[in-house]
């Protein structure tokens, strides 16, 4: 048996050593995990095992084994797992609890269920912490990266209420629909970035293999060329000068530090933001998207008992876009004073007066979650159409600038053509 040094962390925070036996270093890690503790560092303990061959200490060489231990300890944690990776997971658990298992024996079986971006080791350490008697939502809580502020809250609101599995079908509901929204916006910005990037592949490589085979031509025969095929030459010898690359590329690095310092400042995110907004084109499918996402969002964790102050926070911080989170803090506060909701939404002049309605005759009827969700049902429609037309739009835009592009490098090579065709026929007249 070879001894093992080990650093870990346990579940509240705090990071342990010691040392421990084991055939190898797969079993001394198998160990850590049955002691409910999270792997930073595992090493052999010196003269405690045989030389291997491929490793220096008879363990297995792991690429995370070369960064320092703060960036192992990061390389280990689970990523932010996508939105469709997350309705996966949470529909295979509401799956689970639907079949009529008890909470610890789904969470295990949710263990030996391969779900994309979400380890094994987040159900296993939800099944620790559940078997030592904590709530399901404060186990998720514990792990910030997976599940949202807005998931610890439904899933807590679900276990007040008796309804988790209900809950976690929603919530599943709920990432489908968003992961659908961002497929959608993906899916509409592939044709014309493909044209774009064909446009331009074309254009470099006139420029820089076709281009200077002309401009040889050109310079043998010695004459004056049209305006058009000086500029173009002007341009390839630009983009052929060192000094004038060099030059270009460190105004861009000026210019894209400054415009990233702009848009870290509060200035910055709020004018950009408000920008976006108000975009011609671009403008009206980002204010669909946006409160589409908020009327889901509110309506969702409303529907499943989360009280109104701590739904309007947490959509604050779901909704990307700064200018609706400044109007929905206020909104939040105008609640407290015993406001509606839509009053104040109203008073911040960024929320159409269709939602306003439709959420004041949710409060009149009392049925403000009823109400949000019709208004998100309402814009995602709106979004689908809006999303058409904008790849309408960009689709023809980009393809008339790559034709009008590859058309003036044409139309530069063959005027400066004509121009030595009409000075050799001149030439042989005289």
Known sequence: MAQFTYKARKRSGETVTGVLEGNDRSAALAQIDRMGLFPMAVEAAKGGVAQTPGTASGRQFSFTDLLPPTLREAALRPRKPKLQELATFTQQFSNLLKSGMPLTTALNSMTHLETKGIPSSVSKQLRNDVTEGRSLSDAMAKQPVVFSDMYVNMVRAGEQSGSLQEVLRR???HYERFAEVQQKFSSALIYPAFVMLTGLVIIFFFMTYMLPKFLSIF??????LPASTRLLIGISNFFSDPVYLLTMGV????????????RASDLGRHTLDRWKLNAPV?????????FGQFARTLSTLMQNGVSVLTALKITEQVVPNVVLKQAIAATREAVTDGKTIAQPLARSKVFPQLMIDLIKIGEDTGDVPGALRNVADTYENELNIGLRVMTNLIEPVMILGIALGVGFLLLSVLQAMFSITSNIGNSMGR
């Open 251 to 262: 105004v861009l690095v000026a210019v894209a530090i400054v415009f990233l310092r702009f």
């Open 219 to 224: 310079a043998d025969m010695k004459v004056d």
């Open 282 to 290: 671009v403008g009206r499918v980002v204010r669909l998207h946006l």
């Open 171 to 173: 919530l599943a509901e």
